[in-house]
């Protein structure tokens, strides 16, 4: 049961505001995000893959990016992330790297499936392995691609992520 | 069996000198990219996640991104991505997105877990129910958010991708 007079639905709501302007702009799919820390909106993100020429420019990605420039960090640590839809496998890989706290959404992955954005194939490629994809994915091994791993491990300098 | 003297080959050891030069600089984590069309490296990618405050600073993400501005398309069709260590979910999610024909990878999932990134326990949270994932994924369903999508359903002026 949705409270629809909460802050969280409040967040949600600027989400979808964006997603709308999206369309209505044309600058990209009909999706919004907003990033909030301590009850306050700290950053905002809307699908721009076809204007801004980057299929990575998903409103999450956005957003997370935009949080993470807003706070110098680049991690989102006591952070929400409030979505105007399910994120896909790219957003949900981007949001455990940037570690916010919890993720709302509004419509779910079968709501984007009706208006033709099927995340579905995404997710079942990715529990393939890689040389069954539709897009192959081919082990070439390389000697000297160990050594970087090995400098990496032995770093005293290195800032971990 | 590798063949050590064939363009793939030439190409994977540019993407693996990105990956050293990353760590060496202390720029970010051990990974270079790049990205080929007919037979040239068009653009580079290397991972810059703590340096540029980014966590989607991936050299995969980094390294598409610059091909499509080159390119001046939000697509890779008819290129080729060398990476110096198999992509994690977030970067799979991002070369579905851009579609290119075909992934090399040097380094596997077990090597890079072996010096510290475990990109399994996301391949793993995917799988999981957004409600049992250790992020929550939260559903907070909001009536507002179906007009975007039948707006960009019904949109004439729409770009899809």
Same sequence: chains 1, 2.
């Avoid at 006591?78 to 790297?97: K, V």
Wanted: net charge negative; hydrophobic share 35%.
């Amino acid at each position: 049961m949705t409270e629809y007079n909460t802050p969280d639905y409040h967040f949600m709501l600027e989400a979808v505001r964006l997603s709308a302007q999206s369309v209505q702009q044309g600058t990209g799919g009909p999706f919004g995000a907003v990033v909030v820390k301590n009850g306050e909106i700290i950053a905002t993100g809307s699908n721009c893959v076809t204007t801004a020429n980057d299929p990575t420019a998903h409103a999450e990605v956005m957003a997370i990016r935009a949080a993470c420039t807003v706070l110098g960090n680049f991690q989102l640590t006591g952070c929400d992330l409030y979505t105007s839809c399910e994120p896909c496998p790219m957003c949900l890989g981007a949001i455990y790297w940037a570690r916010p706290d919890r993720v709302f959404y509004a419509n779910n992955r079968y709501d984007a499936a009706a208006i033709g954005f099927d995340d579905r194939f995404i997710y079942d490629e990715i529990t393939q392995l890689p040389e069954n994809r539709k897009i192959p994915f081919i082990q070439l091994p390389c000697p000297e691609a160990a050594q970087p791993f090995t400098d990496w491990l032995n770093s005293t300098q290195k800032i971990t992520y």
